[in-house]
């Protein structure tokens, strides 16, 4: 059960669910702090990766100024700078995107940012990170608790992808219940069919008998 915990596969579903891939920052001080939820203006959807051979490219780090409905994109990995507006398509040497007002954006004493940093993460470098730091573990050496933790400077993030990781293996222990069902099912439906199908031929014959022999 940890190492279902730890699978590729239960990450896949996590980063794929909450969208890990694209993370916003905003500087505070020397220190790039994560926006998350209601702490970010912005939210940003990954919508397709492009095939890029720069290993460079595969992470791109974005500046962002927002002014009013207008985005402009900048950085030194990106050939001409962009603008754009929101829920339009934006095509990025590494992905296409598409970038959001939150409308679940709670504004601090500081007011409203404009200035922000984003980054699009490659799909699969993404799901090796947080494969990398879930940790999950015995709580009792003798005991059949797993404990699960997470060790990510947003709490509220983190959270969320523990939940979400829970959520995932529960889905997955669903669907393989419902696999040995189904499978059950068509298993038993199979041997009524034949059973149905040699009562029908002991039938025919003990007619043919009657009918032969004029009973």
């Known amino acids: 059960e940890i190492e279902i915990f730890k699978s590729k596969k239960l990450m896949q579903d996590v980063v794929k669910q909450i969208g890990l891939e694209t993370e916003v920052y905003v500087k505070k001080g020397l220190a790039?702090?994560?926006?998350?939820?209601?702490?970010?203006?912005i939210l940003v959807?990954?919508?397709?990766?492009k095939e890029v051979e720069k290993d460079i490219l595969k992470n791109l780090k974005i500046n962002i100024h927002?002014?009013?409905d207008v985005?402009?994109?900048?950085?030194?990995?990106l050939p001409t700078p962009i603008q754009s507006t929101f829920n339009k398509t934006i095509s990025l040497p590494n992905s296409n995107i598409i970038i959001q007002k939150n409308p679940h954006y709670k504004v601090d004493k500081d007011g409203a940012i404009k200035e922000l940093q984003l980054r699009i993460l490659n799909f699969e470098n993404t799901i090796n990170r947080f494969q990398e730091i879930?940790?999950?573990?015995l709580e009792k050496k003798e005991g059949t608790v797993i404990g699960l933790s997470l060790n990510y400077p947003?709490?509220?993030k983190a959270q969320d992808i523990l939940n979400r990781l829970v959520w995932a293996y529960n889905n997955d222990a669903i669907q393989d219940k419902n696999s040995e069902s189904e499978k059950t099912k068509n298993f038993i439906d199979e041997r009524i069919d034949i059973i149905a199908k040699e009562l029908g031929e002991v039938e025919n014959q003990k007619e043919n008998f009657k009918a032969s022999n004029q009973i």
């Open 32 to 41: 790039n702090v994560e926006l998350y939820k209601t702490t970010s203006p």
């Open 45 to 49: 959807k990954k919508i397709n990766e």
């Open 66 to 68: 927002l002014n009013g």
């Open 71 to 77: 985005i402009e994109l900048s950085g030194d990995e």
């Open 134 to 137: 879930i940790d999950a573990k």
């Open 154 to 156: 947003n709490k509220t």
